[in-house]
């Protein structure tokens, strides 16, 4: 009986510890090739971005595409004047977007989201970042998610203060929906995300506009690029990202065949925050004494510009709702050292607040 072997093998669905759920689909068998023509082919997907990055993207001889970062992220095509829509000959070679336009950048940076979405973090060596007036580094150091070791990375990297002089970008699936004290909605892409011996995050993205927020609702992907921060207001500890413009923000849908929407952003913001809640919100992301190990590093951790404390972002908290949030006391037991024990855990969740 003459064997016939398949070129693909289904791939069963799944839900990962962060809460995103990845749909059944089926992939390549090992050592098979998606023909020249497939729509498919990550190849061929890497030489469209590249003809729609407006310059931005290029391809080598291996096949990675590097993304050079503009050096400043909110450019628009010129082929599209706001009001005008963009010229026959541009169209053709333009990574579909829907107005109000994406800046370049981030549409090619969504694009390669929306890749990886479908083949998997595996192909993630097959795309680069170079940031304005830098060396080239791997996507993986741009852009974290969807997958908890992502998360996790980035939150190790906030901890430990490094340097980061380039815009960091995170990217998953809208797990939650929720609302501050002030009643503005913020999404969260990941929950209780293992970060490292006893240590959790969630993974979240805010934004003092309640319109930018709007579009976001549970399932919907989304790559937000920006500054990112850790906050330490809550039982556990909140890796932010904020976005202050529309263009932060490329979401997407994925239909039940497995077909994505064509990246779009909120619409435009048509008020700016006041300073106060600006410096609210640097307030609130600064770290509580015992973390703040090595003050600022641009595009990581913020603290503020001058000494106000009073913050009116929707998660900071006076002593009586600290104390509100302070967890619960574990119950002794004695196959764990007993009360005095349970007292250590309980103090060690206190500090890590």
């Known amino acids: 009986m003459l064997a016939v072997h398949s070129p693909y093998h289904a791939v069963r669905g799944y839900t990962q510890g962060s809460g995103t759920t990845v749909r059944p689909k089926f992939r390549l068998a090992p050592g098979a090739e998606h023909d020249a023509d497939c729509p498919l082919n990550p190849t061929g997907m890497t030489a469209r971005i590249a003809r729609g990055s ?41 990574v579909r977007t829907v107005r109000p336009l994406l800046p370049p950048a981030v549409n090619s940076a969504a694009s390669i989201a929306q890749v990886l979405q479908t083949h998997g973090n595996d192909r993630a060596d097959r795309f680069t970042v170079q940031p304005h007036g830098g060396q080239p580094i791997p996507w993986t150091q741009f852009c ?25 970008a995170v990217t998953g699936t809208v797990q939650r929906v929720n609302a501050d004290r002030q009643g503005r909605p913020y999404v969260a892409l990941a929950l209780n995300v293992p970060a490292g011996r006893n240590v959790f995050c969630h993974v979240a993205v805010r934004s003092a506009h309640p319109n930018l927020m709007e579009p976001l609702t549970v399932g919907t992907c989304l790559l937000a690029i920006g500054e990112c921060q850790i906050f330490y207001g809550g039982t556990l500890p ?32 048509n008020s700016r925050p006041s300073r106060t809640a600006g410096r609210s919100r640097d307030h609130a992301a600064r770290p509580a004494a015992p973390h703040n190990r090595a003050g600022t590093s641009p595009g990581a951790v913020a603290t503020p510009a001058n000494g106000d404390a009073s913050a009116t972002d929707g998660n900071s908290a006076s002593p009586d709702e600290m104390l509100r949030a302070l967890p619960a006391f574990p119950d002794a037991d004695v196959r764990e050292g007993g009360r005095r024990s349970a007292l250590g855990r309980w103090l060690r969740q206190v500090r890590g607040i």
């Open 144 to 168: 974290y998610g969807p997958d908890t070791d992502a998360y996790a990375a980035l939150y190790r990297r906030l901890r430990r203060s490094e340097s980061v002089t380039h815009p960091v």
């Open 54 to 94: 407006h310059g931005l993207g290029e391809v080598d001889a291996h096949g990675v595409l590097r993304l050079a970062l503009p050096a400043n992220l909110a450019d628009d095509p010129s082929d599209a004047p706001d009001g005008e829509e963009p010229r026959p000959h541009a169209v053709r070679h333009t």
């Open 238 to 269: 909140q890796v932010r990202l904020w976005a202050d413009e529309h263009w932060q923000l490329a979401y997407w849908t994925t239909g039940d065949d497995g077909q994505q929407t064509t990246p779009r952003c909120p619409p435009r913001v």
